[in-house]
């Protein structure tokens, strides 16, 4: 085949599975009761993880394949350990074990994955749309986007959205105030599209340079009306007004380097005015929820008495990590009628 | 080809002249020889007869902006196919950049490339010479050399003359030969590690993007050192309103700028490296995001830049719609979007993207017919006028297309071996169906039963 692969029609729909979906690439085309199954089978997967014996035989004789161009140790051994947790086989791909090395293309690479019977490869790559370009090129075999560049970190974002859950109970209403490099973040899109399927309301917090310049002039239309209420994006590059009367406040990790592109003046500079510190805190309200996706830069963007103080839900964002993608993989890979649960 | 050719029934439009309908067009000893409305004289009977009923007749295409990757890309494209595939879309003239390997900053390589053009015997090829020895930026060519030995224009298009000293001495040097300095407008500091336009969608994809801003700045400062040097300035593949404004300003103002524009910015924006023209803020991505084949230099802008790019080209502020033919192989395209190598094979759809604009009402066919012939024809100057011209003795380089045909884009019958196109498997309506350079049939898509 000389030229491309025509585009699919929307992220196919797979009605014989209970996650009614092929893949899952972005949080982005989620519904607020698909996160709600989700959510609802993480419960049952954390009660596995309370046992002794941490082990169900639900994805039995299925093979999950793990393929990571980049560093990860969280993401990368949650997905293997829920994998295992389900009797699912699991087999890790270090992009630089592989054959990419050698020069072979994401889709080819792809394309053996599949022939080598893999049901799911998760996948992580530096560039954003990885994923997306995987999932037009494969068959049989399902993509999770395990994060890819700037664009998007799902299963990131669920961990983030069951973790608020879990302490808030429902989100719609509630002020989530992400701050630091959004522009650079994937988890900041993801956990946007899933804030607002929940009907959040999200104000954006860092430098003018670490906001895209879409979100900053037109921020307005990304709201997004639903069952959940109103879930809308407000931009505020003043952390300490942003900070009022926040229900949650997100952190991200700075890329240091960033300096090195005069995205901010300097470190010092960036932690007076973004640092997310008890001073500020004190602003949110008192029962503020504090999470940071990892790993912490910690003293920089959020100082260590924050980051393990009584408001830090960050031990549990971990903790949930196994859950939430045992979760997934059993509501992606099992069908319906299934009976060996 | 030594028979008279009489073409009979078409429809000519003509920038030098009014439309004629049932025009009979007669070719003879690879010059036009006459063209009347009607069914003329008596016809010559050794005469090929072409039966042009519910045709167009035109002269011929002249693209100023065509990489043909010979030498030295030659899995890419090759002068043979290039030029194959520019008469199948009714280019009769095709300017060669000069981003070839080696570079086209040599005589030795012109000579090449107008040898090859010649073996291969379709349209006619002009090579364009570099700006700088090696399209390095750091030295100026030989551009005495380059213009003696049939250069038509310098530029070291796929890259800027980002030095501005560089770009000073360029213009002022090669001031009075007549041909221009085309200059690719990008501001290299502005869109470090660009993918795609800053705008929305990258803001939604998270993909780093090049600004509008990165493209109006070199235009603006290319426009003060055309009034510094009085040099003949060509601005290549405008894709802003911004840019535009800049060389509507400078013509105001009288200076030598002319400026060209491609198919694809004033027919698609943005949205179509989402893999859907309609999308918006409020749907999920489809698993045709990302799509690497919308990857071209500049970027696909917004919808507003190609309606202000349509207001240029009809005003008059863009003198020329030129290709920017930039065919790659698969595997340049097939990667993730920041892997995938920059353009798209256009010039077997540029005719039909552009009828579409027609059909739309928003251009007419006479200004589009006039800004692919004596438009840029005007750009390399008043010594290139046949290439663009009906007028009886002139070489007989010419187009018939039917303007209501419908086809669907399928790349695998391109003639270019780049089959990078994001417009495959749409529905185009408008085909070229026959071509001629110096009276030689070198495309010919009219059924068998149309000659006489």
């Known amino acids: 085949m000389s030229t491309k692969i025509e585009a699919q029609e929307l992220k196919e ?63 990368r051994v949650s997905f293997e350990q829920a994998g295992k947790v389900l009797s699912a086989d699991v087999i890790n791909l270090a992009a630089s074990a592989s054959s990419s090395t050698k020069g072979e293309s994401l889709i080819n690479t792809t394309r053996t994955l599949e022939a080598m019977g893999a049901d799911v490869v998760v996948v992580r790559h530096p560039h954003s749309g990885a994923p997306y370009l995987m999932a037009r090129y494969c068959d049989r075999l399902r993509v999770i986007n395990a994060g890819d560049g700037r664009h998007a970190h799902p299963t990131q974002g669920l961990v983030d959205l069951y973790t608020v859950r879990q302490h808030l109970g429902d989100v719609s209403g509630k002020k989530v105030v992400i701050v630091g490099d959004i522009t650079h973040s994937r988890v900041a899109r993801s956990n946007l599209w899933g804030l607002l399927a929940m009907g959040a309301r999200v104000t954006l917090s860092g430098p003018a340079t670490m906001i895209p310049m879409d979100l900053l002039e037109n921020s307005g239309t990304y709201s997004k009306n639903n069952n959940k209420g109103i879930g809308d994006i ?40 973004w640092q997310v510190n008890e001073t500020r805190l004190a602003k949110a309200k008192q029962n503020v929820l504090v999470m940071h996706p990892g790993p912490i830069n910690e003293g920089i963007e959020i100082t260590s008495a924050v980051a393990h103080g009584i408001h830090s839900r960050i031990k549990d964002q971990v903790k949930n990590g196994v859950a939430i993608r045992m979760a997934l993989l059993q509501e992606l890979l099992l069908p319906k009628t299934g009976d060996d649960v | 080809m030594n028979k008279p050719i009489v073409i009979r029934g078409a429809t000519v439009v003509d920038p030098a002249g009014p439309v004629l309908l049932k025009a009979q067009i007669t070719v003879d000893e690879g010059k036009i020889l006459a063209v009347k409305e009607g069914s003329a004289d008596s016809v010559h009977e050794d005469a090929i007869i072409i039966d042009a009923d519910n045709l167009t007749l035109s002269p011929g295409f002249v693209d100023l902006h065509a990489h043909l990757r010979e030498p030295g890309f030659e899995d890419k494209e090759t002068i043979a196919t290039g030029t194959k595939a520019g008469v199948a879309g009714g280019f009769t003239t095709l300017c060669a950049m000069p981003n070839t390997n080696p570079a086209t900053d040599s005589a030795a390589v012109v000579e090449f490339i107008v040898q090859q053009a010649k073996k291969a015997g379709n349209s006619r090829v002009y090579p364009i010479g570099c700006v700088t020895k090696g399209r390095h930026g750091i030295e100026l060519a030989e551009l005495r050399e380059l213009f003696d030995s049939g250069v038509v224009a310098f530029s070291d298009d796929g890259t800027p ?54 493209e ?52 698609m924006s943005e949205e179509w490296v989402l893999g859907s023209e309609t999308a918006d803020h409020t749907q999920a991505l489809t698993t045709g995001a990302y799509d690497s084949f919308a990857k071209v230099n500049p970027p696909l802008r917004t919808k507003k830049d190609a309606a202000a790019l349509l207001d240029g080209l009809k005003d008059g502020t863009i003198d020329a719609i030129a290709t920017d033919h930039a065919p790659h192989c698969q595997t340049d395209k097939e990667v993730t979007m920041q892997d995938a190598a920059v353009g798209f094979s256009v010039l077997e759809t540029a005719f039909a993207s552009l009828m579409g604009l027609v059909h739309k009402g928003y251009l007419d066919l006479e200004t589009l017919i006039q800004r692919l ?31 209501n045909e419908q086809w669907i884009v399928d790349p695998d019958k391109f003639y270019s071996k780049g089959k990078n196109t994001p417009l495959q498997g749409k529905t185009m309506t408008g085909k070229v169906k026959l071509a001629m350079v110096d009276g030689k049939i070198v495309h010919n898509d009219i059924e068998s039963g149309g000659f006489g």
């Open chain 1, 13 to 75: 729909k797979d009605p014989m599975y209970s996650l009614g979906r092929k893949h899952v690439l972005d949080l982005d085309d989620f519904s607020s009761e698909e996160l709600e199954t989700i959510f609802s089978s993480a419960d049952a997967m954390a009660e596995v993880m309370s046992r002794d014996i941490k082990k169900v035989p639900s994805l039995r004789g299925k093979i999950i394949m793990t393929l990571f161009y980049e560093p990860s140790t969280r993401t």
């Open chain 1, 234 to 273: 407000e931009i505020d590059t003043n952390l300490d007004r942003a900070i009022d009367s926040a229900d949650i406040v997100m952190a991200l990790r700075l890329q240091l380097e960033r300096q090195e592109l005069s995205l901010f003046p300097t470190i010092r500079e960036y932690c007076k005015y």
């Open chain 2, 161 to 214: 003359v980002w030095d501005s000293h560089i770009m000073q001495m360029a213009l002022l040097y090669s001031r009075e030969f007549g041909v221009p300095v085309t200059d690719h407008c990008e501001d290299l500091q502005l869109n470090q590690g660009w993918v795609v336009h800053e705008g929305w969608v990258s803001s939604r994809l998270g993909l780093p993007g090049y600004p509008s801003s990165g």
């Open chain 2, 216 to 267: 109006e700045s070199m235009v603006a400062r290319n426009i003060a050192l055309a009034e510094l040097t009085g040099g003949q300035l060509h601005l290549a593949h405008l894709s802003t309103a911004g840019s535009v404004d800049l060389v509507r300003l400078a013509k105001a103002r009288g200076l030598r700028v002319t400026a060209e524009v491609t198919p694809q910015h004033l027919t």
């Open chain 2, 373 to 403: 012939t004596t438009g840029p024809v005007s750009v390399l100057g008043k010594q290139f006028a046949e290439l663009a011209s009906l007028n009886p003795g002139t070489p007989a380089d010419l187009v018939i297309f039917d303007t």
